[in-house]
Each structure stands twice: as structure tokens, then as C-alpha cells.
């Protein structure tokens, strides 16, 4: 029987050879194969019990049967082809958006950051505290807002206790330069304000623009005000503000 499947397969077309051998790769390497593999491992070393791997894996294919219903109402109006078009070019739209989520989380390491900061602020015992913060934070900022808050769920759940640190006001310290910039989308530009009033020496610059951190960034007012700082000691009027 395998030998007359293999002749079989002989007598097809080029093409058609090569669309099973890609198939072939394709479920190997990603559905079913060596890609479902190291996530039940992953899932298993997180900690997760079989029933909720069970449950994960399921889920995945209870989504792709549901996927196919509306994919066949759409290879039967728009042809195969078109609808294999599509198809790829969903899935590169999404390998594309995995690729900047990995992007994102590459830019620093984010256990170092969560180790940090879950031991260095006062957090509630409760973690409901934090998600009812989160949802509060959706109304005012409803695209990301609730997302962020609820990234920090993580800490009052921490293994290791909160040891809070108390305010730096740096008493007797020389003019200490505080660069903030008014639409950093992820340090927010009141926290630099904050800051500088409340070191005693604190000098606040600002930059009206957009961006996360801004200095040696392009920016001569900036790099210019700040190299003579580090450089000559040559401290900025406080309130000094800065664009492009």
C-alpha cells in the first residue's frame, strides 16, 4: 500500500509535490510537531498541570475548527487560491506583530525590571486591588491603560516581601539635571516633574516632544544643554524647555 502511495505521488505535478512537502514541514516543525512539543514542555516547567495543558491545547484546536467553517464559505466564493492568499497573508501579519512584541520585550530584561520594582514600592495584598486600579485606568486611558496597570499584577504576588524605599530628596547634593519629556509613552512626563521638586537641588528640563528618553538622541537643545552639565558644570535655568 505505501509503495503504491508512492507512486501515487510520482505521477503528480511538480507543484503539487511540492505543496505536500511543504505541508509536511509545515505540520512537522509548527502544528502538531516539534513547535507542540517545547510548549507543552515550557507550559509543564511554569508549572501548569496536564489538565490545563490539556485545556490549552484543546482551546487552539477548537479556534482552527472554528476557522475553517468561515475559510471554506470563502474558498468556495472566492476560489482556492485567493483564499490560500489570504490565509498566508493573515498569518504574516501576525508572525510580524509576534515579531515586534519580541522586539519589544528584548529591549531590556523584564525579570530584572519586575524583580526591581515589586521590591522597591509598597503593592497591595490584594491582587484585586491592582486589577479594580487597572479597569479604573481604562476610562482614561482606554487603549492601553488598563493592559499596563494589570502588568504589575505580578508583585502582589511576589515571593519575596516588599522592602519600599523612601523618597530620594538628595539634601546637600550639587544642581541635579532632570530631563523629562512631555509625550514619553512610557515614562510619564509628570513623574520627571514630580522628581525635581522633590530633590532639594533638583533642576527640571524639558522637552516637548514625543519619545522614550531623549538625550543623545538627535536633539542639539538637549545634548548641547546636557553635555555642558556633565561636561562644564554648567547648569540650565530650571524650567529650560527644549523641541525639536
Known amino acids: 500500500m505505501g509503495i503504491a502511495y508512492l507512486r501515487a ?3 503528480l505535478g511538480r507543484d503539487v509535490r511540492l505543496f505536500f ?17 517545547l510548549q507543552n514542555l515550557f507550559l509543564l516547567r511554569l508549572g501548569y498541570g496536564p489538565e490545563f495543558i490539556g485545556l490549552f491545547v484543546s482551546s487552539g484546536m477548537l479556534a482552527l475548527a472554528l476557522v475553517c467553517l468561515p475559510a471554506g464559505v470563502l474558498g468556495a466564493r472566492w476560489g482556492s487560491r ?19 512584541a ?20 509598597d503593592w497591595p495584598e490584594d491582587p484585586q486591588e491592582l486589577l479594580d486600579a487597572a479597569a479604573e485606568a481604562a476610562e482614561s ?4 491603560g488598563e493592559a499596563i496597570v494589570n502588568d504589575y499584577v505580578r508583585c502582589p504576588l511576589w515571593p519575596v516581601e516588599e522592602e519600599p524605599l523612601e523618597p530620594v530628596t538628595a539634601p546637600g547634593a550639587p544642581p541635579i539635571l532632570v530631563v523629562s519629556t512631555t509625550g514619553d509613552p512610557a515614562t510619564p512626563y509628570e513623574a520627571g516633574v514630580r522628581t525635581a521638586e522633590r530633590l532639594e537641588s533638583g533642576v527640571l528640563l ?3 516632544g514625543d519619545g522614550h528618553t531623549v538625550v543623545a538622541n538627535g536633539v542639539a537643545c538637549v545634548d548641547e544643554i546636557v553635555a555642558d552639565y556633565l561636561v562644564d558644570l ?3 535655568e ?6 525639536d
Open 9 to 11: 505521488l510520482r505521477g
Open 21 to 37: 512537502i511543504t505541508a509536511a514541514l509545515v505540520g512537522f516543525t509548527l502544528f502538531g510537531g516539534i513547535s507542540s512539543v
Open 82 to 100: 485567493r483564499t490560500m492568499m489570504l490565509g498566508l497573508a493573515l498569518a504574516g501579519t501576525g508572525s510580524g506583530m509576534v515579531a515586534l
Open 102 to 121: 519580541d522586539q519589544y520585550i528584548g529591549v531590556a530584561s523584564f525579570d530584572v525590571y519586575f524583580a526591581v520594582n515589586c521590591i522597591d514600592f
Open 141 to 144: 486611558a482606554p487603549h492601553f
Open 206 to 208: 524639558t522637552y516637548d
Open 234 to 236: 554648567e547648569v540650565p
Open 238 to 243: 530650571d524650567g529650560t524647555t527644549c523641541t
